[in-house]
């Protein structure tokens, strides 16, 4: 893949839903500069980073973007250099004495460029964190940058539309409510049919016992996702609910604009309220997992109600015999896919590997597995049609991880996997099926 193709130069031209304005471009250096001063003021973890790097190399080939690219500038070490020789010239103690010998430079047109092209060829794994004897973590670093960006206009066409969607319908992917309602009737039919009894899905059910919060993909790409989990509650007794007024826990202002991310988990939280549930139950989305382990009761609580995972709540049911499952159901070799910040960002490792042993026959470890496993390379939003090119590229180490397990099936229950793993493994040729862990669960289910 050559340097100019990895681009992704769709920015959006509307930016009114982050209430933002685009600065003109030749004002931007200078704006840029006051941004990135502004920042290093208020996130200590920025500075840090900008800090202490030694240029050791331990992360370089821990990530996937430049493994998958061979684009020395998306090794973490250079993709952050991108940003320190900036912070060097300008910002850092001690620079007049050492800023040439440092690399230290002006902040220019093409440096912003730079940064837009290689803080979108971040997934924001985490991965290089885990090597860095120094505990960098580049995702803090390309979060931050995608913000200032932002700040200058800069924002990819997908993620701009993504949270206009969210604002309008409360769903990713702006589906509106009679839609989601034809929907979901449309899969309790399709239950009946398959077990012969009303399992419902139901909606805006007040005083439920959960609040279920889907990935909004499960509600029509994913279907089978959601029956799974209907008949899993159904079976456990459980009441549920979903919410009409939002039903997406992908939080997609993670990723580059935390005033949006805190308006998206705000919504949640308030849909929870609203309903009187006694628990939040989340479903599969990595960063929107990370979102409310990590960051949702500092931003928006204390909260009235714990919020956990479907895999937290289904091992009870399962620990406490109100579920079985009949392994011999999925009888394929399986190997599971860690998503990044299930594994990475959200205390979410063993709990999905009980569940796999207990609903499927053969189940195989990856390598590297765990806090070491490869992302898929859709991450951080990353999963534009128009950047299709990059999207195989930086999926392109998880393929070969894959593909030496010889799995039949690849387990992957994060919503952005999902959609990206059938791209990544067609185009590099491993013949697997990708499904959720939730689907998996659901053929296994004894009802
Ligand atoms: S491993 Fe850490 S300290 Fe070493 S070059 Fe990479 S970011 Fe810098
Ligand atoms: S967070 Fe992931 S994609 Fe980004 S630099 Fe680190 S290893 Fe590479």
Redesign the pocket.
Known sequence: MSKEQARIPYEAKDLSVLRLAPVAVEDRPKAALELLGEMLKYKRSLRLYLDVCTHCGA?AE?????LGTKDPY???VA?VELVRRVYKKFFAPGRSVFRAWEGAKDLDQETIDQWYKYFH?????????VFCPKGI???EV?IAMRELLAHLGLVTKFHAGIVKNMEKTGNNMGTPLPAIKDGLEFLEEELKEETGLDIPIPMDVERAEVLFNPSSSDLFTNTDGLMAVAKIFYKAGVSWTLSSRIAETANFGLFFHEPTMREHSRRLVQAGKELGVKRIVAGECGHGWRTWRMFTDTINGPLPFPVVHLFEEVLEYLRTGRIQFDKSKNPEVVTYHDP?NYARGGDLIEQPRELLRACVENFVEMTPTKQYSF?CGG?SGILMDEAMDLRVA?GQPKAECVRATGAEILCAPCAICKAQLPVVMDHHKVDVRVKGLSDLMGLALIL
Do not use: I, K, V, W
């Not at 821990?62 to 430049?66: A, E, K």
């Not at 060829?121 to 964190?129: G, I, L, S």
């Open positions: 992360c821990q990530c996937h973007s430049y998306n090794m973490p993709r060829q971040c997934n924001q794994c985490r991965r290089c964190a973590d580049t995702a390309t990044c992302c991450g930086l």
